[in-house]
C-alpha cells in the first residue's frame, strides 16, 4: 500500500509541474480528513451533491456517506441504513443531475435477480424506502453502476455474470432509452469495440456523447483496471482509447466529471498516506462538452405558477434542445451544450398575459456552470416594459432576421387583447459614429448637412459685398435605428397587427471609446 501511494504522489505531482500551474483541486478539508480513506466519488452534474466511500463507519468498516452545497459542502452524512448495508455493492451508486435522487446497487430483496438497480430520493434530509427500477434494466444476471443522462432519459449500467460487496468480473456494459411514456426501452448491449470482457462502471458525461469506463482487457493497461473514454458521433461509438493522464499501475475505475465538464474528480494520495479526493484537469483533446444548467421559476406576482410553455433552440442548427412545461410549483431545470447560441422562449397558455425571451451564447471559452432565471409573466399595465431580446437584425442592416417572427408574433397577440393600449417600439443604439468618410462598413448611411458659408465677392459696380452660400456636406454613420424601429412595424403590420396600436421611439448614443454596436429593443405600454 505504502508503494502505491508513492506511485500515484509521484504521478499527481507530475501531471501538476508539467503544466505549470495548478492542475489539481484538492476537494475541501470538511470532505478529506486526513485520519480518513476516501475513494469513489460520484458527483451530481450540478456540482453540488457528492457521494463517496471511506472507511468513517464503526470500527473502520468502509461506509457510504452523502454531502450537498448551495456555496460551501457541509459536513458529509453517512447514508442512511435502508440503503447503506452490507448487501449493496459498495461503489455501485450514482446520482440524479440535480443530487436530489440516488441510485444504487443491491441484492437485498425484493429483486429480480442477483444485484439490483434501486432508487431512493431526497426528500429535506430524508432518503426514501428504496425502490427497485425492475424490469427491463434489471434482469436474472447482477445489474448496477447506473449512470443517467442530465434529463435522465438515457441509462448506461453494467451487466456481470459474478458480483458481490467489493468487486464484479465478467461485465458488460449496457445502455437504455426511456420512453415517452416512462418506461425504459430494452437495455441495448454497446459495441464489441467496448465491450471487450470485463468493461464497468460506466460513466455517461452531461454531454451525452462522452462515455467513461474502465476494464482490465483492452489490452493497453497499466496495471488492474483502467479508465477509456469514448464519444458517440452520428449514432456510432469510436474506438475506445485510455485516459493516460489519470491511469496508475493500481485500478482505475471509480471517477466522476460534472456537467461544466472540465475537471475528473478521483481519489488520489493524501498528505498522511491516505487516499483523498481530488480532482484533475481533463486535457482539452479529450474533454466532454461542458453543459450548462439552467434553472429557476415562472410565476405571477401573486407568486403563483403560470401555465406556459419552455422552449430553448439550437440557433445554429435551428433544432430545438429542451421543450416542457415548469412543474406545479412553476419551478423548471434544464441543460445546454456549449459551443453554440440558444433562444429561449416562454409562451403563457393565456393571450392576454405577458412573455419571455432571452439569448444565451455558449461559444467563448469560460461558461458558467448553471444559470438562474426567474421569470414574472403578468398582464401589461402602463409603462410596462417587455424587452424584444430575441427581435435581431442581420448585420449592418435594417433586415430582420427570421428568428425574430416569434417574438413580434407575441407581442402581436397581447396587443390584440389590450386594444385600449399602445405599444411602444423604443430601438436603442449603443456606439453610434459618424465621418465624412466611409471608413468602415458599418457606415450604412448618410446625412447630408446645409451649411451657409459667408462669401466675399465683387459686384457690378466694383463694389465688395458678402453673401452667404448654400454648401452641402455628407456624413457617414451607423444609426439605422428609425429604419429598424419601421421594419418592425411594418413587420407588424403585415401580420394582421392594428397599426393605431404600435408606435415607435428611437435613441443613439454616441462611441466614447472604440467599442462594439449594441442594440437593444423593448415595447413599453402607453395608454392610448
Same mark, same amino acid.
Given at each position: 500500500m505504502?508503494?502505491? &501511494?508513492?506511485?500515484?504522489?509521484?504521478?499527481?505531482?507530475?501531471? !501538476?509541474?508539467a503544466?505549470g500551474?495548478?492542475?489539481?483541486? %484538492?476537494?475541501?478539508?470538511?470532505?478529506?480528513h486526513?485520519?480518513?480513506?476516501l475513494?469513489a466519488?460520484?458527483?451530481?452534474f450540478?456540482g453540488n /451533491?457528492?457521494?463517496? *466511500?471511506?472507511n468513517?463507519?464503526?470500527?473502520g468498516a468502509?461506509?457510504?456517506?452523502?454531502?450537498?452545497?448551495?456555496t460551501?459542502w457541509?459536513q458529509?452524512v453517512?447514508l442512511?441504513?435502508?440503503?447503506n448495508?452490507?448487501?449493496?455493492?459498495?461503489?455501485?451508486?450514482g446520482?440524479?443531475?440535480?443530487?436530489?435522487?440516488?441510485?444504487?446497487? /443491491?441484492t437485498?430483496?425484493?429483486i429480480?435477480?442477483?444485484?439490483d438497480?434501486m432508487?431512493?430520493?431526497?426528500?429535506?434530509s430524508k432518503?426514501s424506502e428504496?425502490q427497485?427500477?425492475?424490469?427491463?434494466i434489471?434482469?436474472? !444476471?447482477?445489474d448496477g453502476?447506473p449512470?443517467?443522462?442530465?434529463?435522465e432519459? /438515457?441509462?448506461y449500467?453494467?451487466?456481470?455474470d459474478?458480483?458481490?460487496q467489493?468487486?464484479?468480473?465478467?461485465?458488460?456494459i449496457?445502455?437504455?432509452?426511456?420512453?415517452?411514456?416512462?418506461?425504459?426501452?430494452?437495455?441495448?448491449e454497446l459495441?464489441?469495440s467496448?465491450n471487450?470482457?470485463?468493461?464497468?462502471?460506466?460513466?455517461i458525461m452531461?454531454?451525452?456523447?462522452?462515455?467513461?469506463?474502465?476494464?482490465?482487457?483492452?489490452?493497453?493497461?497499466?496495471?488492474? #483496471?483502467?479508465?477509456?473514454?469514448t464519444?458517440?458521433?452520428?449514432?456510432?461509438?469510436?474506438?475506445?482509447k485510455?485516459?493516460?493522464?489519470?491511469?496508475?499501475?493500481?485500478?482505475d475505475?471509480f @471517477?466522476s @466529471? /460534472?456537467a461544466?465538464g472540465r475537471?475528473?474528480v478521483k481519489?488520489?494520495?493524501?498528505?498522511r498516506?491516505?487516499?483523498?479526493?481530488?480532482e484533475?484537469?481533463?486535457?482539452?483533446?479529450?474533454?466532454?462538452?461542458?453543459? #450548462?444548467? &439552467?434553472?429557476g421559476?415562472i410565476?405571477?406576482p401573486?407568486n403563483?405558477a *403560470?401555465?406556459?410553455?419552455?422552449?430553448m433552440t439550437?440557433?445554429?442548427t435551428?433544432k430545438?434542445?429542451f421543450?416542457?412545461?415548469?412543474?406545479?410549483e412553476?419551478?423548471?431545470?434544464?441543460?445546454i451544450?456549449e459551443?453554440?447560441?440558444?433562444?429561449?422562449s416562454v409562451?403563457p397558455e393565456q393571450s392576454?398575459?405577458?412573455?419571455?425571451? %432571452?439569448i444565451?451564447?455558449l461559444?467563448?471559452?469560460?461558461?458558467?456552470?448553471?444559470?438562474r432565471?426567474?421569470v414574472?409573466?403578468?398582464q401589461p399595465?402602463?409603462?410596462?416594459?417587455f424587452?424584444l431580446?430575441?427581435?435581431?437584425?442581420k448585420?449592418?442592416t435594417a433586415e430582420?432576421e427570421?428568428t425574430?417572427d416569434?417574438?413580434?408574433?407575441?407581442?402581436?397577440?397581447?396587443a390584440?387583447a389590450?386594444?385600449?393600449l399602445?405599444?411602444?417600439?423604443q430601438?436603442?443604439?449603443?456606439?453610434? @459614429?459618424?465621418?465624412?468618410?466611409r471608413?468602415?462598413?458599418?457606415?450604412?448611411? #448618410?446625412r *447630408?448637412?446645409?451649411l451657409?458659408?459667408?462669401v466675399?465677392?465683387?459686384?457690378?459696380?466694383?463694389?465688395?459685398?458678402?453673401?452667404?452660400?448654400? *454648401?452641402?456636406?455628407?456624413?457617414?454613420?451607423?444609426d439605422?435605428?428609425?429604419?429598424?424601429?419601421?421594419?418592425i412595424?411594418?413587420?407588424?403590420?403585415?401580420?394582421?397587427?392594428?397599426?393605431n396600436a404600435?408606435?415607435?421611439?428611437t435613441?443613439?448614443i454616441?462611441a466614447?471609446?472604440?467599442?462594439?454596436?449594441?442594440?437593444?429593443?423593448?415595447?413599453v405600454?402607453?395608454?392610448?
Amino acid at each position: 500500500m505504502n508503494r502505491l &501511494v508513492l506511485v500515484l504522489a509521484a504521478i499527481t505531482l507530475m501531471f !501538476t509541474h508539467a503544466y505549470g500551474q495548478a492542475k489539481t483541486r %484538492r476537494l475541501p478539508g470538511i470532505i478529506n480528513h486526513q485520519s480518513s480513506n476516501l475513494s469513489a466519488p460520484y458527483m451530481s452534474f450540478d456540482g453540488n /451533491a457528492l457521494l463517496f *466511500v471511506s472507511n468513517d463507519g464503526e470500527d473502520g468498516a468502509l461506509t457510504v456517506s452523502y454531502t450537498s452545497r448551495e456555496t460551501d459542502w457541509v459536513q458529509p452524512v453517512i447514508l442512511p441504513k435502508q440503503i447503506n448495508h452490507r448487501l449493496i455493492y459498495l461503489r455501485g451508486f450514482g446520482l440524479s443531475a440535480n443530487g436530489k435522487k440516488m441510485y444504487f446497487t /443491491a441484492t437485498k430483496a425484493p429483486i429480480i435477480g442477483g444485484y439490483d438497480i434501486m432508487v431512493s430520493e431526497l426528500n429535506g434530509s430524508k432518503w426514501s424506502e428504496p425502490q427497485n427500477i425492475l424490469l427491463p434494466i434489471n434482469s436474472k !444476471t447482477n445489474d448496477g453502476c447506473p449512470s443517467l443522462t442530465p434529463d435522465e432519459t /438515457a441509462i448506461y449500467f453494467m451487466r456481470c455474470d459474478k458480483m458481490d460487496q467489493s468487486k464484479a468480473s465478467g461485465c458488460k456494459i449496457f445502455s437504455s432509452k426511456k420512453k415517452p411514456t416512462g418506461q425504459w426501452e430494452e437495455p441495448i448491449e454497446l459495441p464489441s469495440s467496448i465491450n471487450t470482457g470485463n468493461s464497468q462502471t460506466p460513466r455517461i458525461m452531461a454531454d451525452g456523447e462522452t462515455l467513461i469506463f474502465s476494464s482490465d482487457k483492452m489490452g493497453t493497461s497499466q496495471g488492474g #483496471m483502467d479508465l477509456y473514454y469514448t464519444k458517440l458521433k452520428d449514432g456510432k461509438w469510436s474506438d475506445p482509447k485510455p485516459m493516460d493522464f489519470i491511469n496508475t499501475p493500481a485500478d482505475d475505475q471509480f @471517477v466522476s @466529471v /460534472a456537467a461544466l465538464g472540465r475537471y475528473i474528480v478521483k481519489e488520489a494520495p493524501g498528505q498522511r498516506k491516505n487516499t483523498e479526493l481530488v480532482e484533475f484537469l481533463i486535457p482539452e483533446d479529450i474533454r466532454p462538452r461542458g453543459v #450548462m444548467k &439552467v434553472e429557476g421559476f415562472i410565476r405571477d406576482p401573486n407568486n403563483k405558477a *403560470v401555465p406556459c410553455y419552455i422552449a430553448m433552440t439550437d440557433l445554429t442548427t435551428n433544432k430545438r434542445a429542451f421543450s416542457g412545461r415548469p412543474n406545479a410549483e412553476g419551478n423548471y431545470m434544464f441543460y445546454i451544450m456549449e459551443g453554440t447560441r440558444y433562444e429561449m422562449s416562454v409562451d403563457p397558455e393565456q393571450s392576454n398575459v405577458g412573455f419571455y425571451g %432571452r439569448i444565451f451564447d455558449l461559444t467563448s471559452d469560460k461558461i458558467p456552470q448553471r444559470e438562474r432565471v426567474n421569470v414574472i409573466l403578468k398582464q401589461p399595465a402602463i409603462n410596462d416594459e417587455f424587452p424584444l431580446a430575441l427581435v435581431a437584425f442581420k448585420p449592418g442592416t435594417a433586415e430582420l432576421e427570421s428568428t425574430s417572427d416569434a417574438e413580434i408574433k407575441r407581442l402581436i397577440r397581447l396587443a390584440k387583447a389590450y386594444p385600449q393600449l399602445i405599444f411602444e417600439i423604443q430601438v436603442s443604439m449603443k456606439g453610434y @459614429v459618424q465621418d465624412s468618410l466611409r471608413t468602415n462598413p458599418d457606415l450604412t448611411e #448618410m446625412r *447630408v448637412d446645409s451649411l451657409k458659408i459667408p462669401v466675399a465677392s465683387v459686384d457690378s459696380s466694383g463694389q465688395m459685398i458678402k453673401r452667404d452660400s448654400l *454648401v452641402l456636406k455628407q456624413l457617414f454613420h451607423n444609426d439605422r435605428t428609425v429604419r429598424q424601429a419601421q421594419s418592425i412595424i411594418g413587420y407588424i403590420v403585415a401580420h394582421g397587427g392594428d397599426p393605431n396600436a404600435f408606435s415607435f421611439k428611437t435613441t443613439a448614443i454616441p462611441a466614447t471609446t472604440p467599442e462594439e454596436t449594441t442594440i437593444s429593443i423593448k415595447a413599453v405600454v402607453k395608454q392610448r
